[in-house]
C-alpha cells in the first residue's frame, strides 16, 4: 500500500523532543515575586539583626545622630549643622528622632533592613530580567549576605551605603526597562545620600549610546537627576548646598593613606566580599572562552535566529560592563578604602557572579546549556544555601563584636552628662561626635569633629594634619562661636593623635584662661569652666 503524505503546515518533530513548556501564568509570577520579597525580607532582618545590639556602631552614627537632635531643636542644614554629605539622611535620622525620640536609633535600624531588604528584592528583578527566574532569588540572596561579609562596624551602622544601595540597584532597574526618567530620579535620589551615587549614570550613558533613541532617553535621564538637585539646592541655598557637598573635601580626599596601608585595606575588603561569592567559583568548572577556543565554529548553528533571552543577556553584559567598574571607581575616591564604602559593590559582584554562572551553564557544545551542574533549578539551590550558610556564621561573628572604642566612649559620655546640666553646651576635641548625642548635651560648635577643623581622618596622611588644611572659612567662624558662646565643658579627646589640642593656640589659651581640669576618663581630659 502505498504511504500518502499529508501536508498539514506543521513540520514533524524528531523523535524524542519534548514539547514547548506553556509561559507561566501572570498571577504564577506574582507569586513567585511574593515570596522573593518575604524570603529576601527575612533574611536582611537576620544579617542585620546584630545592629540592634549596641547603642552605635561608627562615628557615622554619632554624627548624625548629633545632626538630627539639632536639626529637630531648629538648626538648619549647612547653617547650624554643617557635614560634608547630602541631606538625605540626616533629615531621615530627623524624622525617625521625631517619632522614636532621641534615642531612636532603633526606628533608623528598622529603615535599614527594609533598605537592603529592598536592594535584594531589585537586584533579584534584574537578574530574573536578564536571565530568567532560576537567578533571581540567588541574586537577591548573594547580595543581602554578602554585605555582612564586612567587619561588622561597616556592615551593621545604619549609615550613607546602606540607604544609598536601594536607589542606585533601582536606577540599574529602571535603566533595564528604559524607563530613564525614572532611572536618573533613582541617581538624585542616590546622589542625595552620598555623592557616589553618581555612579550608575556611566552604565545608564553606555546603555543609551547603544538604544536608538539617544536623544531622548539621555534627555530624560539629565532631567531626572538633576531635577531634584536643583531642588534641593533652593531649598537649602545654592551656594551652600554645593560647597558642603561638591567642594569642602578637597583637602580630604586629596590625603590619603600611604601605599601600603591604602591596599592593605582595600584587599581586606575585598577578601572579605569575596569569599561571599566564592561558591559561583564552583560552579564555574571551565572558563567558557578557553571552551569557545577549542571547538570549532558552528556554521549551521550561525544561521539559526537567536534565542529571545539573547538580547537581554546583551543587556546584562552591557550593564555590568560599566556598572561594576564605576562603582569601584567610587569605592577608590579619596584612597581612604574603609570598609562601608565596599557595601556599594555588593550589587554589581552579586549580578556579576550569577552572569559568570550564565554563561558557564550554557558553555557547551554548540551553545546547548551544560548539564553539569544539574541544571538551572540545582544551580540555583547551591548558590542559596550556601550564601545563607556563610550569612548565618557571619552574623554569628557580628553579635560578638562591638565597635572601637565603644566603651570608652560610653564612659566619657556618662561623665558629660554627670558634669553637666540640661542645656549647658560641651565641646569635644577629638573623632567621636557620639559624645554629644550619647550625653544628651548640645554641641558649641557647628564643627562636631576634630576632622573638619584639621582635616584628620583615622589613616589619612598625618602630614596633612593642621589648621591650614581644615574646611575654608572654618576657623573663622570656630572662633566666633567660642566667643559668642563658650561651652561649659571641653573633653580633650586627642592624646597620641596629629591634632593634639597644645599645637592650637587658639584652645590651648583658651583652656589656660578660663578652664580647670576636673577628671580624666579613659585618657580623655575634662575640663571645666570656672563660671559653670
Known amino acids: 500500500m502505498a504511504h500518502v503524505a499529508v501536508e498539514t503546515g506543521h513540520r514533524p518533530k524528531p523523535a524524542g523532543t519534548a514539547p514547548p513548556r506553556a509561559a507561566p501564568a501572570a498571577g504564577g509570577g506574582r507569586a513567585v515575586l511574593v515570596r522573593q520579597a518575604v524570603l529576601l525580607s527575612l533574611l536582611a532582618l537576620l544579617v542585620r539583626a546584630p545592629s540592634f545590639g549596641r547603642p552605635f556602631w561608627s562615628p557615622d552614627e554619632g554624627y548624625l545622630g548629633t545632626e538630627a537632635v539639632l536639626l529637630r531643636a531648629g538648626g538648619t542644614m549647612y547653617g547650624d549643622v554643617v557635614d560634608r554629605k547630602p541631606p538625605l539622611v540626616p533629615w531621615l535620622y530627623e524624622a525617625c528622632f521625631a517619632l522614636a525620640g532621641p534615642h ?3 526606628l533608623v535600624r528598622v529603615l535599614g533592613v527594609g533598605a537592603l531588604a529592598l536592594t535584594g528584592i531589585l537586584v533579584a528583578r534584574l537578574a530574573t530580567r536578564w536571565w530568567g527566574h532560576w537567578a533571581g532569588l540567588p541574586a537577591g540572596v548573594l547580595t543581602v549576605a554578602a554585605t555582612a561579609a564586612l567587619p561588622a562596624p561597616d556592615a551593621m551602622a545604619a549609615t550613607f551605603e546602606v540607604f544609598m544601595l536601594p536607589a542606585t540597584v533601582a536606577a540599574m532597574y529602571f535603566g533595564a526597562r528604559r524607563r530613564y526618567l525614572l532611572a536618573g530620579l533613582a541617581v538624585a ?4 545620600t552620598k555623592q557616589v551615587g553618581l555612579a550608575p549614570l556611566l552604565p545608564l550613558a553606555v546603555q543609551i549610546l547603544a538604544g536608538r533613541r539617544r536623544t531622548r532617553e539621555a534627555a530624560a535621564l539629565v532631567a531626572g537627576t538633576v531635577a531634584p538637585l536643583a531642588l534641593c539646592a533652593l531649598v537649602l541655598g545654592v551656594r551652600p548646598f554645593t560647597f558642603w557637598v561638591f567642594f ?3 583637602s580630604y580626599a586629596s590625603s590619603p593613606p600611604g601605599p601600603a596601608e591604602a591596599a ?17 567559583l564552583l560552579l564555574v568548572p571551565r572558563l567558557p572562552w578557553r571552551n569557545a577556543l577549542r571547538r570549532p565554529a558552528d556554521r549551521t548553528r550561525a544561521t539559526a535566529p537567536p534565542p529571545p533571552r539573547d538580547a537581554a543577556r546583551r543587556d546584562a553584559s552591557r550593564a555590568l560592563a560599566g556598572w561594576l567598574p564605576a562603582s569601584m571607581a567610587a569605592v577608590a575616591v579619596g584612597w581612604h578604602f574603609y570598609g562601608h564604602y565596599f ?9 556579576g557572579s550569577l552572569w559568570l554562572v550564565d554563561i558557564t551553564r550554557r558553555s557547551g557544545t554548540g551553545g546547548r546549556r551544560s548539564t553539569r551542574g544539574g541544571g538551572p533549578a540545582r544551580t540555583a539551590s547551591v548558590l542559596v544555601a550556601g550564601a545563607l550558610v556563610a550569612a548565618g556564621a557571619w552574623t554569628a561573628a557580628a553579635v560578638r563584636s562591638a565597635p572601637p572604642g565603644m566603651t570608652k566612649v ?3 559620655a556618662t561623665a558629660v552628662e554627670e558634669r553637666t546640666a540640661p542645656g549647658q553646651r560641651v565641646f569635644q576635641w577629638g573623632m567621636h561626635p557620639e559624645i554629644y548625642w550619647l550625653s544628651g548635651r548640645k554641641p558649641a560648635s557647628r564643627y562636631l569633629t576634630a576632622g573638619l577643623l584639621t582635616n584628620f581622618s583615622g589613616g589619612g596622611d598625618p602630614a596633612r594634619v593642621g589648621r591650614r588644611y581644615a574646611v575654608p572659612g572654618a576657623w573663622d567662624r570656630f572662633r566666633r562661636e567660642l566667643a559668642a558662646s563658650p561651652p561649659c565643658l571641653v573633653v580633650d579627646d586627642s592624646a597620641g593623635t596629629p591634632y593634639r589640642l597644645a599645637d592650637y593656640p587658639e584652645l590651648r589659651n583658651l583652656l589656660t584662661r578660663d578652664y ?7 585618657g580623655a581630659r575634662l575640663y571645666q569652666r570656672d563660671t559653670c
Open 410 to 412: 560610653l564612659h566619657v
Open 264 to 280: 592593605g585595606r582595600a584587599g581586606n575588603a575585598l577578601l572579605c566580599l569575596l569569599t561571599a561569592f566564592a561558591l559561583t
Open 343 to 351: 557595601l556599594q559593590l555588593t550589587p554589581p559582584l552579586a549580578l
Open 189 to 192: 535620589v542616590a546622589t542625595l
Open 516 to 522: 580647670r581640669r576636673v577628671a580624666t576618663v579613659d
Open 248 to 250: 569642602s573635601s578637597g
Open 104 to 106: 531612636g536609633l532603633w
